[in-house]
Protein backbone atom coordinates (compact mmCIF):
# COMPACT_ATOMS: atom_id res chain seq x y z
CA UNK A 1 0.00 0.00 0.00
CA UNK A 2 1.36 3.76 -0.15
CA UNK A 3 2.29 5.75 2.77
CA UNK A 4 0.79 9.06 3.85
CA UNK A 5 -2.01 8.93 1.08
CA UNK A 6 -3.54 5.97 2.31
CA UNK A 7 -4.51 7.56 5.71
CA UNK A 8 -6.98 9.74 4.70
CA UNK A 9 -5.06 12.42 3.04
CA UNK A 10 -6.50 12.97 -0.11
CA UNK A 11 -6.80 16.22 -2.49
CA UNK A 12 -10.32 18.01 -1.67
CA UNK A 13 -13.31 17.46 -3.65
CA UNK A 14 -14.96 20.55 -5.37
CA UNK A 15 -17.59 22.38 -3.45
CA UNK A 16 -19.40 23.73 -6.38
CA UNK A 17 -22.08 22.86 -8.11
CA UNK A 18 -20.69 21.38 -10.75
CA UNK A 19 -19.01 17.53 -11.03
CA UNK A 20 -15.52 17.93 -12.51
CA UNK A 21 -14.04 16.30 -15.16
CA UNK A 22 -10.66 16.52 -16.59
CA UNK A 23 -8.65 15.89 -20.52
CA UNK A 24 -5.53 16.12 -21.93
CA UNK A 25 -4.77 18.29 -25.06
CA UNK A 26 -1.50 18.87 -26.67
CA UNK A 27 -1.19 20.19 -30.15
CA UNK A 28 1.51 20.76 -32.19
CA UNK A 29 4.98 18.38 -32.49
CA UNK A 30 7.83 20.45 -31.17
CA UNK A 31 8.32 23.98 -29.25
CA UNK A 32 5.30 25.91 -31.23
CA UNK A 33 2.77 23.00 -29.75
CA UNK A 34 0.55 23.72 -26.36
CA UNK A 35 0.23 21.11 -23.34
CA UNK A 36 -2.44 21.90 -21.02
CA UNK A 37 -4.55 19.46 -18.45
CA UNK A 38 -8.10 20.99 -18.93
CA UNK A 39 -10.74 21.02 -15.70
CA UNK A 40 -14.35 21.06 -16.65
CA UNK A 41 -17.83 21.24 -15.44
CA UNK A 42 -19.36 18.02 -16.43
CA UNK A 43 -22.75 16.47 -16.55
CA UNK A 44 -21.55 13.34 -15.67
CA UNK A 45 -21.70 13.30 -11.99
CA UNK A 46 -21.27 9.41 -11.27
CA UNK A 47 -18.26 10.01 -9.11
CA UNK A 48 -16.70 6.46 -10.22
CA UNK A 49 -12.94 6.03 -11.19
CA UNK A 50 -10.93 8.73 -10.77
CA UNK A 51 -7.72 10.36 -12.38
CA UNK A 52 -4.29 9.62 -11.58
CA UNK A 53 -2.42 12.37 -9.99
CA UNK A 54 1.02 12.28 -11.75
CA UNK A 55 0.34 10.13 -14.42
CA UNK A 56 3.56 9.47 -15.57
CA UNK A 57 6.84 7.87 -13.83
CA UNK A 58 9.04 10.20 -15.63
CA UNK A 59 7.32 13.11 -13.84
CA UNK A 60 8.99 11.19 -10.95
CA UNK A 61 12.50 10.95 -11.92
CA UNK A 62 11.83 14.74 -13.00
CA UNK A 63 11.01 15.52 -9.34
CA UNK A 64 14.24 13.38 -7.92
CA UNK A 65 16.24 15.63 -10.17
CA UNK A 66 14.78 18.96 -8.96
CA UNK A 67 14.82 17.55 -5.36
CA UNK A 68 18.65 16.46 -5.88
CA UNK A 69 17.57 13.34 -4.77
CA UNK A 70 19.35 9.93 -6.85
CA UNK A 71 16.80 8.76 -9.63
CA UNK A 72 16.36 5.12 -8.66
CA UNK A 73 15.62 6.57 -5.26
CA UNK A 74 13.19 9.14 -5.71
CA UNK A 75 11.47 6.86 -7.98
CA UNK A 76 10.81 4.15 -5.95
CA UNK A 77 10.37 6.22 -3.15
CA UNK A 78 7.38 8.74 -4.90
CA UNK A 79 5.69 5.48 -6.42
CA UNK A 80 5.52 4.30 -3.04
CA UNK A 81 3.81 7.34 -1.06
CA UNK A 82 2.10 9.09 -3.85
CA UNK A 83 1.71 6.49 -6.95
CA UNK A 84 -1.77 5.24 -5.83
CA UNK A 85 -3.00 9.04 -5.40
CA UNK A 86 -6.06 10.31 -7.26
CA UNK A 87 -7.26 13.59 -7.84
CA UNK A 88 -11.23 14.46 -7.58
CA UNK A 89 -12.19 15.06 -11.48
CA UNK A 90 -13.39 12.64 -13.73
CA UNK A 91 -10.87 11.43 -16.92
CA UNK A 92 -12.14 12.11 -20.23
CA UNK A 93 -16.14 12.67 -18.08
CA UNK A 94 -18.90 14.21 -20.43
CA UNK A 95 -18.52 17.99 -20.69
CA UNK A 96 -21.30 19.88 -19.30
CA UNK A 97 -23.13 21.51 -22.57
CA UNK A 98 -25.39 24.74 -22.37
CA UNK A 99 -23.44 27.62 -21.50
CA UNK A 100 -20.32 29.98 -21.61
CA UNK A 101 -18.16 29.47 -19.16
CA UNK A 102 -15.21 31.85 -18.20
CA UNK A 103 -11.83 30.81 -18.80
CA UNK A 104 -8.88 30.74 -16.15
CA UNK A 105 -5.68 30.17 -17.57
CA UNK A 106 -3.29 28.40 -14.06
CA UNK A 107 0.87 28.65 -14.64
CA UNK A 108 2.39 25.83 -12.57
CA UNK A 109 5.77 26.27 -10.27
CA UNK A 110 9.50 25.86 -10.45
CA UNK A 111 9.75 22.08 -10.92
CA UNK A 112 6.46 21.13 -10.67
CA UNK A 113 3.82 20.24 -14.12
CA UNK A 114 0.70 20.62 -14.79
CA UNK A 115 -1.86 18.20 -13.18
CA UNK A 116 -0.03 19.52 -9.28
CA UNK A 117 -2.60 22.27 -8.70
CA UNK A 118 -5.71 19.87 -9.00
CA UNK A 119 -7.18 21.37 -5.74
CA UNK A 120 -7.02 24.80 -6.87
CA UNK A 121 -8.33 24.15 -10.46
CA UNK A 122 -10.90 21.56 -9.42
CA UNK A 123 -12.63 23.88 -7.04
CA UNK A 124 -12.29 26.47 -10.30
CA UNK A 125 -14.16 24.10 -12.49
CA UNK A 126 -16.52 22.94 -9.70
CA UNK A 127 -17.68 27.14 -9.65
CA UNK A 128 -18.46 27.24 -13.36
CA UNK A 129 -14.57 28.05 -14.83
CA UNK A 130 -12.64 26.40 -17.71
CA UNK A 131 -9.68 25.57 -16.19
CA UNK A 132 -6.20 25.25 -18.28
CA UNK A 133 -3.27 24.02 -16.16
CA UNK A 134 -0.65 24.16 -18.87
CA UNK A 135 2.51 22.74 -18.83
CA UNK A 136 5.48 24.26 -20.05
CA UNK A 137 8.68 23.45 -21.97
CA UNK A 138 11.10 26.15 -20.87
CA UNK A 139 12.60 23.32 -18.97
CA UNK A 140 11.13 24.79 -15.88
CA UNK A 141 8.72 22.26 -15.42
CA UNK A 142 10.52 19.19 -13.25
CA UNK A 143 9.46 16.75 -16.56
CA UNK A 144 7.50 16.99 -19.57
CA UNK A 145 7.14 15.75 -22.97
CA UNK A 146 6.32 16.06 -26.82
CA UNK A 147 4.74 13.56 -28.95
CA UNK A 148 7.24 12.46 -31.83
CA UNK A 149 4.91 11.17 -35.14
CA UNK A 150 6.27 7.39 -35.02
CA UNK A 151 7.79 6.78 -38.61
CA UNK A 152 6.92 3.13 -38.75
CA UNK A 153 4.86 3.17 -35.68
CA UNK A 154 5.49 -0.17 -33.50
CA UNK A 155 2.58 -0.14 -31.56
CA UNK A 156 4.30 -1.30 -28.48
CA UNK A 157 6.70 1.43 -28.47
CA UNK A 158 4.05 3.49 -26.11
CA UNK A 159 0.90 2.23 -24.97
CA UNK A 160 -0.63 5.68 -26.84
CA UNK A 161 0.09 3.82 -30.19
CA UNK A 162 1.98 5.14 -32.96
CA UNK A 163 3.27 8.49 -30.90
CA UNK A 164 6.35 8.60 -28.52
CA UNK A 165 6.92 10.89 -26.21
CA UNK A 166 10.09 12.87 -26.21
CA UNK A 167 10.73 13.85 -22.36
CA UNK A 168 12.54 16.89 -21.53
CA UNK A 169 13.64 17.26 -17.30
CA UNK A 170 13.93 20.37 -14.96
CA UNK A 171 17.13 22.55 -16.02
CA UNK A 172 19.50 22.99 -12.91
CA UNK A 173 21.20 26.56 -13.36
CA UNK A 174 24.82 25.87 -14.58
CA UNK A 175 27.93 27.21 -13.00
CA UNK A 176 28.09 31.13 -13.58
CA UNK A 177 25.10 30.81 -14.81
CA UNK A 178 22.77 34.22 -13.44
CA UNK A 179 20.00 32.68 -12.67
CA UNK A 180 18.15 36.40 -13.45
CA UNK A 181 18.85 35.84 -16.92
CA UNK A 182 17.54 32.31 -17.21
CA UNK A 183 14.55 33.05 -15.15
CA UNK A 184 13.74 36.49 -17.34
CA UNK A 185 14.05 34.35 -20.43
CA UNK A 186 11.82 31.18 -19.47
CA UNK A 187 9.23 33.39 -17.89
CA UNK A 188 8.60 35.45 -21.30
CA UNK A 189 8.13 31.64 -22.88
CA UNK A 190 5.94 30.98 -20.28
CA UNK A 191 3.80 34.05 -20.97
CA UNK A 192 3.51 32.94 -24.84
CA UNK A 193 2.61 29.79 -23.77
CA UNK A 194 0.15 30.83 -21.76
CA UNK A 195 -1.36 33.02 -24.54
CA UNK A 196 -1.02 30.34 -27.09
CA UNK A 197 -3.43 28.10 -24.72
CA UNK A 198 -5.95 31.02 -24.64
CA UNK A 199 -6.02 31.02 -28.41
CA UNK A 200 -6.00 27.23 -28.81
CA UNK A 201 -9.28 27.15 -26.08
CA UNK A 202 -11.06 29.87 -28.22
CA UNK A 203 -10.18 28.20 -31.40
CA UNK A 204 -11.87 25.08 -30.01
CA UNK A 205 -15.07 27.23 -28.88
CA UNK A 206 -15.21 28.65 -32.27
CA UNK A 207 -15.90 25.15 -33.23
CA UNK A 208 -12.86 24.53 -35.31
CA UNK A 209 -11.07 21.44 -35.03
CA UNK A 210 -7.72 20.76 -33.22
CA UNK A 211 -5.59 18.11 -33.36
CA UNK A 212 -5.10 16.18 -30.33
CA UNK A 213 -1.90 14.45 -30.81
CA UNK A 214 -2.55 12.41 -27.63
CA UNK A 215 -4.69 9.53 -27.63
CA UNK A 216 -7.46 10.39 -25.99
CA UNK A 217 -11.09 9.75 -26.74
CA UNK A 218 -12.07 13.03 -25.73
CA UNK A 219 -14.34 14.90 -28.08
CA UNK A 220 -13.54 18.30 -28.50
CA UNK A 221 -15.94 19.91 -30.52
CA UNK A 222 -18.38 19.31 -27.25
CA UNK A 223 -16.48 22.68 -26.30
CA UNK A 224 -17.96 24.74 -29.08
CA UNK A 225 -19.64 28.14 -28.04
CA UNK A 226 -18.61 27.18 -24.18
CA UNK A 227 -16.35 29.38 -23.83
CA UNK A 228 -17.30 33.30 -22.55
CA UNK A 229 -14.47 35.43 -24.62
CA UNK A 230 -14.90 38.43 -22.55
CA UNK A 231 -14.36 36.57 -19.03
CA UNK A 232 -10.83 35.31 -19.04
CA UNK A 233 -8.40 35.40 -16.60
CA UNK A 234 -4.77 34.13 -15.57
CA UNK A 235 -3.52 32.51 -12.15
CA UNK A 236 -0.42 30.72 -10.85
CA UNK A 237 1.96 30.03 -8.31
CA UNK A 238 5.28 31.17 -7.36
CA UNK A 239 7.29 31.14 -10.77
CA UNK A 240 3.82 30.99 -11.96
CA UNK A 241 3.18 34.34 -10.11
CA UNK A 242 5.67 35.74 -12.15
CA UNK A 243 3.98 34.56 -15.23
CA UNK A 244 0.91 35.85 -14.66
CA UNK A 245 2.34 39.08 -14.67
CA UNK A 246 4.02 38.76 -17.64
CA UNK A 247 0.74 37.35 -19.49
CA UNK A 248 -0.98 40.33 -18.12
CA UNK A 249 1.39 42.51 -19.58
CA UNK A 250 1.39 40.98 -23.14
CA UNK A 251 -2.19 39.90 -23.38
CA UNK A 252 -5.02 42.14 -22.58
CA UNK A 253 -7.50 39.74 -23.46
CA UNK A 254 -6.51 38.39 -19.78
CA UNK A 255 -9.13 40.62 -17.70
CA UNK A 256 -7.29 39.53 -15.02
CA UNK A 257 -4.92 38.16 -12.73
CA UNK A 258 -4.26 35.80 -9.84
CA UNK A 259 -0.75 35.51 -8.60
CA UNK A 260 -0.02 32.71 -5.61
CA UNK A 261 3.05 33.40 -3.73
CA UNK A 262 4.86 35.20 -6.44
CA UNK A 263 8.41 34.55 -7.30
CA UNK A 264 9.24 38.20 -8.51
CA UNK A 265 12.82 37.47 -9.10
CA UNK A 266 12.05 36.74 -13.12
CA UNK A 267 9.98 39.83 -13.49
CA UNK A 268 12.02 42.44 -15.46
CA UNK A 269 13.09 45.52 -13.29
CA UNK A 270 11.50 47.61 -16.05
CA UNK A 271 7.79 46.17 -15.38
CA UNK A 272 6.50 48.62 -13.53
CA UNK A 273 2.56 49.10 -13.16
CA UNK A 274 2.19 50.92 -16.28
CA UNK A 275 2.92 47.51 -17.75
CA UNK A 276 0.14 46.13 -15.98
CA UNK A 277 -3.13 47.94 -16.21
CA UNK A 278 -5.42 44.93 -15.54
CA UNK A 279 -6.47 44.14 -12.11
CA UNK A 280 -4.22 41.67 -9.95
CA UNK A 281 -4.35 40.09 -6.62
CA UNK A 282 -1.41 39.02 -4.74
CA UNK A 283 -1.99 36.60 -2.18
CA UNK A 284 0.70 35.56 -0.43
CA UNK A 285 2.02 32.81 2.24
CA UNK A 286 3.39 33.71 5.54
CA UNK A 287 6.83 31.97 5.54
CA UNK A 288 7.97 32.25 2.00
CA UNK A 289 8.09 35.97 1.13
CA UNK A 290 10.64 38.57 1.88
CA UNK A 291 11.30 42.15 1.89
CA UNK A 292 12.78 42.69 -1.69
CA UNK A 293 10.32 40.17 -3.40
CA UNK A 294 6.96 42.31 -1.54
CA UNK A 295 8.88 45.63 -2.73
CA UNK A 296 8.45 44.39 -6.39
CA UNK A 297 5.01 43.26 -6.07
CA UNK A 298 4.37 46.47 -4.17
CA UNK A 299 6.26 48.76 -7.42
CA UNK A 300 3.35 47.45 -9.67
CA UNK A 301 0.35 47.72 -7.18
CA UNK A 302 1.08 50.63 -5.70
CA UNK A 303 -1.69 53.26 -5.43
CA UNK A 304 -3.80 51.45 -7.69
CA UNK A 305 -7.08 50.47 -5.98
CA UNK A 306 -7.35 47.04 -8.79
CA UNK A 307 -4.19 45.71 -7.34
CA UNK A 308 -4.85 44.00 -4.32
CA UNK A 309 -2.44 41.59 -1.63
CA UNK A 310 -3.20 39.27 1.19
CA UNK A 311 -1.48 36.47 3.51
CA UNK A 312 -3.07 33.69 4.50
CA UNK A 313 -1.60 33.11 8.14
CA UNK A 314 0.15 30.01 9.11
CA UNK A 315 0.53 29.02 5.65
CA UNK A 316 3.59 28.40 3.34
CA UNK A 317 5.13 27.76 -0.17
CA UNK A 318 3.76 24.58 -0.29
CA UNK A 319 0.03 25.31 1.20
CA UNK A 320 -0.95 26.22 -2.97
CA UNK A 321 0.11 22.61 -4.85
CA UNK A 322 -1.08 19.78 -4.20
CA UNK A 323 1.49 17.80 -1.87
CA UNK A 324 0.25 19.72 0.87
CA UNK A 325 -3.07 17.69 1.38
CA UNK A 326 -0.94 13.82 -0.06
CA UNK A 327 1.85 13.94 2.47
CA UNK A 328 1.48 12.56 5.83
CA UNK A 329 1.81 14.98 9.12
CA UNK A 330 5.88 13.94 9.36
CA UNK A 331 6.86 14.03 5.80
CA UNK A 332 4.56 17.27 5.95
CA UNK A 333 6.53 18.84 8.54
CA UNK A 334 9.36 18.08 8.02
CA UNK A 335 9.37 19.21 3.72
CA UNK A 336 7.79 22.05 4.91
CA UNK A 337 4.57 20.92 2.54
CA UNK A 338 2.49 22.00 5.54
CA UNK A 339 2.02 25.11 7.91
CA UNK A 340 0.58 26.19 10.80
CA UNK A 341 -2.86 25.92 9.29
CA UNK A 342 -5.07 23.45 8.22
CA UNK A 343 -4.11 22.77 4.35
CA UNK A 344 -8.18 22.52 3.57
CA UNK A 345 -8.63 26.10 5.27
CA UNK A 346 -5.54 27.18 3.88
CA UNK A 347 -6.96 26.46 0.26
CA UNK A 348 -10.26 27.41 1.11
CA UNK A 349 -9.14 31.04 1.85
CA UNK A 350 -7.11 30.69 -1.62
CA UNK A 351 -10.24 29.76 -4.03
CA UNK A 352 -12.81 31.96 -1.83
CA UNK A 353 -10.95 34.90 -2.11
CA UNK A 354 -9.21 33.88 -5.79
CA UNK A 355 -13.46 33.63 -6.44
CA UNK A 356 -14.47 36.88 -5.05
CA UNK A 357 -11.39 38.42 -7.05
CA UNK A 358 -12.78 37.15 -10.24
CA UNK A 359 -16.30 37.92 -9.71
CA UNK A 360 -15.74 41.43 -9.02
CA UNK A 361 -13.18 41.83 -11.78
CA UNK A 362 -15.14 39.24 -14.47
CA UNK A 363 -18.64 40.51 -13.45
CA UNK A 364 -19.68 37.38 -12.88
CA UNK A 365 -22.95 36.57 -12.08
CA UNK A 366 -22.23 34.42 -9.05
CA UNK A 367 -22.90 34.83 -5.29
CA UNK A 368 -19.15 35.21 -5.14
CA UNK A 369 -19.14 38.51 -3.65
CA UNK A 370 -19.90 36.67 -0.15
CA UNK A 371 -16.00 36.55 -0.16
CA UNK A 372 -15.42 40.11 -0.98
CA UNK A 373 -14.01 40.72 2.72
CA UNK A 374 -11.01 38.14 2.55
CA UNK A 375 -9.93 39.98 -0.34
CA UNK A 376 -9.95 43.18 1.89
CA UNK A 377 -7.53 40.93 4.45
CA UNK A 378 -10.97 40.87 7.10
CA UNK A 379 -11.11 37.47 7.96
CA UNK A 380 -9.77 34.72 10.74
CA UNK A 381 -6.36 33.30 9.22
CA UNK A 382 -5.86 35.84 6.58
CA UNK A 383 -4.49 39.53 6.57
CA UNK A 384 -4.11 42.68 4.46
CA UNK A 385 -0.58 43.05 3.04
CA UNK A 386 2.01 41.50 4.25
CA UNK A 387 3.35 40.28 7.56
CA UNK A 388 6.81 41.12 6.56
CA UNK A 389 8.64 44.02 7.98
CA UNK A 390 9.52 46.47 4.70
CA UNK A 391 11.13 48.85 6.70
CA UNK A 392 14.65 49.59 5.41
CA UNK A 393 17.86 48.07 7.71
CA UNK A 394 19.55 51.09 8.89
C1 LIG B 1 16.43 21.92 -3.81
C2 LIG B 1 15.73 22.46 -4.99
N1 LIG B 1 15.73 23.93 -5.09
C3 LIG B 1 15.46 24.13 -6.53
C4 LIG B 1 15.74 25.51 -6.97
C5 LIG B 1 14.69 24.62 -4.26
C6 LIG B 1 13.37 23.78 -4.23
N2 LIG B 1 12.19 24.56 -3.77
C7 LIG B 1 11.70 24.30 -2.41
C8 LIG B 1 10.93 22.99 -2.45
C9 LIG B 1 10.01 22.46 -3.54
C10 LIG B 1 10.08 21.46 -2.44
C11 LIG B 1 9.44 20.12 -2.35
C12 LIG B 1 8.41 19.81 -3.22
C13 LIG B 1 7.83 18.55 -3.15
C14 LIG B 1 8.30 17.64 -2.20
C15 LIG B 1 7.65 16.29 -2.12
F1 LIG B 1 8.43 15.45 -1.48
F2 LIG B 1 6.49 16.39 -1.47
F3 LIG B 1 7.42 15.87 -3.36
C16 LIG B 1 9.33 17.94 -1.32
C17 LIG B 1 9.93 19.21 -1.40
C18 LIG B 1 11.59 21.65 -2.40
C19 LIG B 1 9.92 22.55 -1.42
C20 LIG B 1 11.59 25.45 -4.60
O1 LIG B 1 11.99 25.60 -5.74
C21 LIG B 1 10.36 26.25 -4.11
N3 LIG B 1 9.78 26.89 -5.32
C22 LIG B 1 8.77 26.29 -6.01
S1 LIG B 1 8.16 24.79 -5.50
C23 LIG B 1 6.96 24.28 -6.74
C24 LIG B 1 6.77 22.82 -6.64
C25 LIG B 1 7.65 21.96 -7.29
C26 LIG B 1 7.51 20.58 -7.16
C27 LIG B 1 6.49 20.10 -6.35
F4 LIG B 1 6.34 18.78 -6.23
C28 LIG B 1 5.60 20.94 -5.70
C29 LIG B 1 5.74 22.31 -5.85
N4 LIG B 1 8.24 26.83 -7.12
C30 LIG B 1 8.71 28.01 -7.61
O2 LIG B 1 8.21 28.50 -8.63
C31 LIG B 1 9.78 28.63 -6.91
C32 LIG B 1 10.30 28.07 -5.78
C33 LIG B 1 11.37 28.84 -5.27
C34 LIG B 1 11.52 29.94 -6.09
C35 LIG B 1 10.52 29.89 -7.18
Known amino acids: GSGG ?29 SFLRLYYPSCDDTDTEET ?34 TCP ?43 AAVEHRDE ?19 QTSGVEKEWIYYRKLRAGEEERCLRHKQVQQRAQECIK ?27 KDSVDTSRIAVMGHSFGGATVIESLSKEIRFRCGIALDAWMLPVGDDTYQSSVQQPLLFINSEKFQWAANILKMKKLSSNDTNKKMITIKGSVHQSFPDFTFVSGEII ?25 FLQKHLSLKRDFDKWDSLVDGIGPNVISGTNIDLSPTE
Not at 62 to 84: P, T
Not at 333 to 340: T, V, Y
Open 197 to 223: ALNLILKISSGEEVMNVLNSDFDWSHL
Open 332 to 356: GKFFKLKGEIDPNEAIDICNHASLA
Open 89 to 131: AKSNAAFKPGEKYPLLVFSHGLGAFRTIYSAICIEMASQGFLV
Open 5 to 33: AEKGYRIPAGKGPHAVGCTDLMTGDAAEG
Open 52 to 85: PWIPDKEYYQGLSDFLNVYRALGERLFQYYVGSV
Open 140 to 158: SASATYFCKKKADSEPEED
